[in-house]
């Protein structure tokens, strides 16, 4: 008797300081989580597929693809390869479309209906699937909302009623990663029990709840790099800007920081649209307004094929990519209106302006050119350009008498870079007063 009250009195003193539970959540196995944001494309797919090999071999008891993707550019037999990866995947995985306001729209949707587990955060959505997807020539289904969904959205409490979730979670859903471990805890699933929580007491003797480790993994820098290129504005705006700093470069006769700059960003843009669907006629289209604009700057005037360069450009703007997942590339016009008008200024004032200040003679102390005797190189009507012992000049005609090209001429002042000059023979003060041959 004596040694069973000694016994009850050492379990209750025991238990009264022991600070923690057996059980502790660092003991648990590791749950990685993988974020999918952007489109998906090559690089997202890629990743997507080696998170669910690196998963599979790291001794992970889960992945978790956390989801806030507006589509996929990839083609639908690379979109299948990565779905089957989810699919067939020796470990259990969920897909949670989070933080609050993340949305899965396009072909992104399709990974809740693959994945062994899926759930939303508050405010939330998923939808416009489109036609419908095959995987091993069987439509992939999303509950009773399939068919509302090609076109429509649900937020989190509507996909959760209409079945399209794989998760019992409340109309709130799940606002943060950490409650999808919470609700993944004890699941079984392709045959393993999900153990993502532990039960731990506390100092004060209340027992807490402590979610298993977990591990993030993102794209790298290159791949978020390249990733990120592929963004349908981004690509634009890096593909036409690095061929005009190409240009800038090429007319400033030598090769610095603009040159560097363009031709990487000529090479990430190219990137982009490579993953992007993209009109070839467009494409075309850009590269031809690129070079009619160039034609312009070497003569320092913008001239009928800047007007041309410039038409080209904007078609081009307006038709580049192609009807797959059109909605998700459509260019806001903000990025329309900053990329026209950004080539418009640096083709029209920028460059020509550079080429002339550049080139030209220098005018300082050169007042004895006033009188000189040259030729006109273009038609000057009323500007142009001349030749005077040897050096190009952009000209202006004197008293708006019009000179052709090839005609002589005869300096008559100087305006900073511009030469005023007039006719050898027959200069008059207008059109009416033809001044006679010496």
């Not at 923690?20 to 959540?25: K, L, S």
């Not at 550019?73 to 306001?101: C, T």
């Not at 349908?232 to 920081?257: M, Q, R, S």
């Amino acid at each position: 008797m004596f040694a069973a009250l000694a016994l009850s009195l050492a379990v209750f003193f025991g238990a009264g300081t022991a600070p923690h539970a057996p059980v502790d959540a660092d003991a648990l196995a590791k749950v990685d989580v993988f974020e999918v944001t952007g489109l998906i494309d090559g690089v997202v797919a890629s990743g997507i597929e080696r998170a669910v090999e690196r998963s599979s071999t790291n001794g992970a008891q889960a992945l978790v693809l956390q989801v806030n993707s507006r589509g996929a550019v990839i083609d639908e037999g690379r979109m299948q390869e990565v779905l089957l990866a989810i699919r067939n995947s020796s470990i259990p995985i969920g897909v949670w479309v989070g933080p609050s306001g993340a949305q899965a729209h396009g072909w992104s949707t399709w990974l809740l209906a693959v994945a062994d587990v899926s759930a939303m955060a508050p405010n939330a959505s998923v939808g416009k699937t489109g036609l419908p997807f095959l995987l091993d020539d069987v439509p992939l289904s999303l509950g009773e909302a399939t068919t509302l969904l090609r076109s429509g959205t649900l937020d989190t409490a509507q996909a959760r009623k209409q079945g399209v979730l794989r998760l019992e979670i409340s109309d709130e859903g799940v606002p943060v990663l950490r409650n999808m471990l919470f609700a993944l805890d004890g699941l079984t699933v392709k045959g393993k029990t999900l153990d993502t929580v532990a039960e731990v007491v506390g100092d004060d003797g209340a027992i807490v709840r402590e979610a298993a480790t977990t591990r993030f993994f993102k794209l790298g820098t290159l791949e978020q790099l390249m990733h990120t290129s592929s963004s349908a504005a981004l690509a634009y705006l890096l593909f036409a800007f690095g061929l005009a700093l190409l240009v800038f470069e090429f007319f400033t006769a030598g090769i610095g920081i603009a040159g560097f700059v363009g031709a990487v960003s000529t090479l990430l843009g190219s990137f982009g649209l490579a993953e992007l669907p993209v009109r070839p006629v467009a494409l075309a289209l850009l590269v031809l307004a690129i070079i009619a604009l160039a034609i312009d700057v070497q003569v320092g005037i913008p001239r009928v094929w800047t007007a041309i360069g410039m038409v080209l450009f904007v078609i081009a703007s307006f038709t580049l990519y192609g009807s797959v997942q059109e909605d998700e590339l459509r260019i806001s016009w903000l990025t329309l209106v900053a990329g026209i008008a950004s080539m418009a200024l640096a083709f029209i004032v920028g460059m020509p302006s550079m080429v002339r200040t550049r080139f030209a003679t220098p005018t300082i102390g050169r007042e004895w050119l006033i009188g000189l005797e040259g030729t006109a190189s273009t038609d000057i009507s009323p500007e142009g350009e001349v030749t005077v012992q040897g050096a190009r000049w952009r000209a202006r005609t004197n008293r708006a008498t019009p000179i052709t090209n090839g005609q002589p001429v005869r300096g008559a002042a100087i305006d900073g870079v511009t030469l005023d000059v007039e006719p050898l023979e027959g200069a008059a003060r207008d059109y009416r007063e033809m001044r006679k041959p010496r």
